[in-house]
């Protein structure tokens, strides 16, 4: 298995997992929590089919890469991107980020730059400051991620029992959309992750990325549903679009937060549009897509 080596904790590498797969145009896809890569195989195999270079790879704590016991911020998960990014030499890419991982995107592109990045892609993203503020209204009450933080130290695996349901809207899509085995699934993914990474990972939620996106200079793709109930449309995409001068706008009609999965053909053919058109121009005014479920 390919991994590469982003640092040290005492006598032991940390290694990041990672999959290189198909040609073309590289496009790096970076999961949510608490995920791993293997959870884009819905948009790897199309973007595959359709001629692109395909690279995921599992954050630190997660998935089958290392899980040390420190370096869960934002600035150090930018910084094994970067390490990816040079490691595999890669040009002329496309950074694509699910929930958590539209963090790494933002944050990437605000202290490295767009230097050899074509384009950049927010679904379901945590940016732009999911913390309520007095200088950010439109936020979370800080008690929701304490009290989630209480939930995975009492008891981990209750916890994302719990959280997988709203991450797929269970009691609206299960049987139509999602599967209770694809629930498992996700399920025995997390539960597999580093107890210090879940706990640790919460914080890292409401990482103020104003600074980062207005710094964003490519043309950007923001996806969200407008039934997320894990990271709310009103907090976050629709606010992301407004900042990313030229971003375009698309809202996955009763999509849960998880629409890499429960709505992938949407998704994928938004995705895949954009990657091919010239995306010169965009417009935050949002622009639907997706059925009734």
């Known amino acids: 298995m390919p991994y590469i080596t982003v640092g040290r904790e005492n006598s032991g590498n940390i290694n990041l997992y990672y999959e290189d797969h198909g040609a073309g145009q590289p496009v790096v896809l970076?999961?949510?929590?608490?995920?791993?890569?293997?959870?884009?195989?819905?948009?790897?195999?199309?973007?595959?089919?359709?001629?692109?270079?395909?690279?995921?790879?599992?954050?630190?704590g997660f998935g089958k890469s290392s899980?040390?016991?420190?370096?869960?911020?934002?600035?150090?998960f930018?910084?094994?991107?970067?390490?990816?990014?040079?490691?595999?030499?890669l040009r002329d890419f496309v950074l694509a980020g699910f929930s958590m991982g539209g963090g790494e995107v933002a944050r990437y592109l605000g202290v490295y730059g767009s230097t050899e990045v074509s384009k950049a892609v927010f679904i379901s993203a945590v940016p732009p400051y999911l913390l309520k503020a007095a200088d950010n209204p439109e936020g979370v009450d800080g008690t929701v991620f304490g009290a989630i933080q209480k939930e995975i130290v009492a008891d981990r695996y209750g916890f994302f029992a719990s959280f997988f349901k709203n991450f797929y809207n269970a009691d609206l899509l299960l049987g139509k959309r999602v599967s209770e085995q694809t629930i498992q699934a996700s399920w025995n993914v997390a539960a597999g992750a580093s107890a210090t990474a879940c706990l640790a990972c919460v914080a890292t939620w409401h990482e103020d990325f104003r600074g980062d996106l207005a710094r964003i200079d490519v043309p950007t793709l923001v996806l969200h549903g407008d039934a997320d109930r894990i990271v709310p449309l009103e907090a976050?995409?629709?606010?992301?679009?407004?900042?990313?001068?030229?971003?375009?706008?698309?809202?996955?009609?009763?999509?849960?937060?998880?629409?890499?999965?429960?709505?992938?053909?949407e998704v994928n053919r938004e995705?895949?549009?954009?990657?091919?058109?010239?995306?010169?121009?965009?417009?935050?005014?949002?622009?639907?897509?997706?059925?009734?479920?």
Request: with cysteine.
């Open 236 to 265: 976050s995409g629709l606010r992301t679009a407004k900042l990313i001068k030229g971003a375009h706008l698309v809202v996955v009609k009763d999509g849960p937060h998880c629409i890499t999965w429960t709505h992938a053909d």
């Open 78 to 89: 930018a910084q094994d991107l970067r390490e990816v990014v040079t490691q595999l030499e």
């Open 271 to 293: 995705l895949i549009n954009f990657l091919g058109g010239d995306s010169g121009t965009g417009s935050a005014v949002p622009s639907k897509t997706g059925t009734t479920a």
């Open 30 to 60: 970076i999961h949510g929590y608490p995920l791993s890569g293997a959870s884009w195989e819905r948009q790897t195999a199309a973007l595959i089919a359709t001629g692109y270079r395909v690279i995921t790879y599992d954050r630190r």
């Open 67 to 76: 899980q040390p016991a420190a370096g869960y911020n934002y600035n150090t």
